[in-house]
């Protein structure tokens, strides 16, 4: 029943507070069997006594205050799991997301590793068929392997434990810090190489014949999947749909129960999250992609380590994003992530550095005309103001910026290269040398040494050293010696340069040293200068120390090279000891007459020098006919017709078509198959002369042995004074005195014709033969 409402006086109105919207609010009152059941009822009229009206407020206050604090606390509560369930969605959340990026990185690496795989074995190997190989084209894979290694290396370690696993992020991370060296090592080798690979395929590229060539056009599928099949296979698990097992093994399937499109759609899954359609390496075909692996798509994959390098930090800083920090491996993630930024910064500023290196340690071979061509006044000024700056510091106008780490540096390495050009020039002229003497193969010569045993073991000793001992030791010298000493020649140029461009690069610098705001250009030069000095400080240490351990492994190969040619000698000679002469002397003798003996050879070849060297410096045949002609006639020339070899003292050695002239028809006893005759020499040494020893005389000199006797007159000879009279070769005079006053047999006194008398050499005389006179004989 509801309580009928009554106006009440302003000084009994008690507003009470509303009950929360949450709740229904009703409240009932037991005292007076009244009941308040809705909102209207707030305010209560009382007209009964005041102490009744207390009660009934107080009572009213209480409820309320109840109320209100239980819902309240009920609010806080469901807030407070609210707040739980989203946290937890956020940290399941958070945990797939780490998931999705843990197998991204994992994935990415498998797939990057399968790619490098195609592009080294399928499109290297299509390369290399081609005929003739492209110039160049193992430069264009330089580093590749190394970089194929550490990422098959870093795989593995990954591969220890799933993503699922809670401590795969610690094995990821240490994995990665494990390898940072080697793969910064390998990575910043090829990135560095990259440009010239660039340079390469370019040139390739310009040679329209040969790039058509090396496309070849699109290639069949089944042709491709040979290749996928071959150069995949090490990487697919056992679990994956390209591959079965087979014979105990595994391969992967590329027909038979499957279909070449399932494979194509295997390919495809694995490839396309890294090749964007407009790849190369994929082409639109039946509403689909297909791979297309040829040289075409060379460039795609030989970017890829450039890539993937500068990738890892991303993947690594979006598994740190989604990682709680909470997390036991989040502190060596964050290393991690760290690791490989620097690593990437080391990797640029080393690729940088060799940029400049290539860049100012090449050397043009530039014409006049093409240095003239390159002058303007901007280089011109640039030089002028070097010189100027060089003038100054020589003459002391303005110090010189001294640095004395890279002088001492320098120093090193100009020493360091004069003594390998040294070397180079020593090594080559030995070798000069000793193919001279292999070029002199006596052994080839048929030499009539019968019954001559000790000849005969020199001859095959000599044989056994020019065809088998001293070839293979000019090789070694060659491959072991000179290979290495040209090489490290070659790599002399790089670092001079670099020091040469360093001083221009210094030159530079100085001038704008002290300048406090510096233009874009003079920012360049700045920069320039400091990666050249801190490229030379910190590598050409490197250099000179390897260059300093190669110049002594070479002089040590060059002494082991030395010892194994002493040894071989020694076993060929000891093979021949008992068969040559004096094999049983005492060392001390040995050496003793053998070193007599090699000097008495060497006289002897000094005067076999000599005799050749005369021979050929021999007047012409014409010359020597004319000669002949004028000392003997016409009458009397004649030609060799074989080859004669003087088997006795007086005998002549004479050539097939030698001319001579006839002296006597018959010799000093009479015989006339045998002749005196004239070569052409000329005549001997006047006493008048100085004789050199070993002077070389083909004619027996005549002495004389009894006064007065009738001879001829064998050369010419021309009085030089009053007590010497002339001679005509051929012409009849008697000596008179076989001496002269003195009692010197040179010089024989005698009687020409017309009665003159007068001193002649006596070695310009000969016998007459017997029973004849010089005009006795019948003309030719």
Known sequence: MEVPRRPQPSSFTLPLPKPSSSSSATMKEKDGDETFSSEEDANVFVDKANTSTHVRLSSQDSFSDEGKKKNTEEEEEEKM???????????????????????????????????????????RSNLNKLQPPPAGLDNMFLFIEEVMDVSSRLLILMDQKQPEDPLYLQTLCESFLSLSADIEASYKEYLSNYSNVTVLENSFKQK???????????????????????????????????????????????????????????????????????????????????????????????????QRIARYPLLLQTIQKHTDRQHPAYALLEHTAHTSIALNC??????????????????????????????????????????????????????KLVDEEFDALEGFFYVLEHGILQLLENVETYLLHLKGFLSCRTEDFDLDLDGEKALICYKEISTALRQWILPTFEKRMRKMILAPLLSLKDLLLGPRNLIRKRLDKLLDYEMIETKTTLSYEEQGVVNTYRTMNTLLLSELPQFNSLALQLIWSLLGSFSCVQKDLASDMETLFLSFAQQLPKS???????????????????????????????????????????????????????????????????????????????????????DKRRWLVDAGEAPPPSPHLTLPDGGAIRRHSYTPESQRLTVLAAYDFTARGNHEVSMRAGEVVRVLEAKDKRGNPEWSLVEAGGGKRGYVPSNYLTMMPIGGSAGSHPPF
């Open 584 to 670: 049983s002397l005492s060392p001390s003798a040995f050496w003793e007459w053998a070193e007599v003996a090699v000097l008495d050879e060497a006289r002897k070849l000094e005067t076999l020098c000599q005799s050749v060297e005369e021979t050929l410096n021999a007047p012409s045949s014409q010359q020597r006919l004319q000669q002949l002609t004028e000392r003997h006639g016409s009458e009397k020339i004649f030609q060799v017709s074989v080859c004669v070899v003087g088997g006795r003292d007086l005998d002549l050695s004479l050539a097939r078509g030698e001319l001579v002239g006839v002296i006597s028809w018959a010799d000093t006893r009479g």
């Open 208 to 306: 329209e014949m040969l790039w058509d060539d090396i496309a070849g056009g699109e290639r069949h599928v089944s042709d491709f999947q040979t290749d996928i099949n071959s150069s995949l296979s090490p990487f697919l698990p056992v679990s994956s749909p390209l591959f079965r097992p087979e014979a105990g093994g595994r391969r992967p399937e590329a027909g038979g129960e499957r279909h070449v499109s399932d494979f194509q759609t295997d390919i495809n899954s694995s490839l396309s999250p890294f090749l964007p359609v407009s790849s190369p390496l994929f082409r639109p075909e039946a509403g689909g992609r297909r791979p297309e692996v040829n040289a075409t798509s060379l460039t795609f994959f030989l970017v890829m380590p450039v």
């Open 81 to 123: 799991k609210k707040t739980l369930e989203e946290e937890a969605a956020d940290k399941e959340r958070a945990a797939q997301r780490q998931l999705l990026a843990l197998e991204e990185l994992v994935q990415s690496e498998r797939n990057y590793l399968r790619l490098l795989q195609v592009s080294t074995v399928t499109i």
């Open 346 to 399: 080391r990797i640029n500023e080393y690729k940088r550095f060799r940029e400049v290196a290539d860049k100012y340690k090449k050397t043009e071979t530039l014409s006049m005309k093409d240095k003239m061509n390159r002058l303007n006044t901007h280089s011109i000024a640039k030089k002028t103001a070097r010189l100027s700056q060089q003038i100054k510091h020589e003459t002391g106008i303005k110090p």
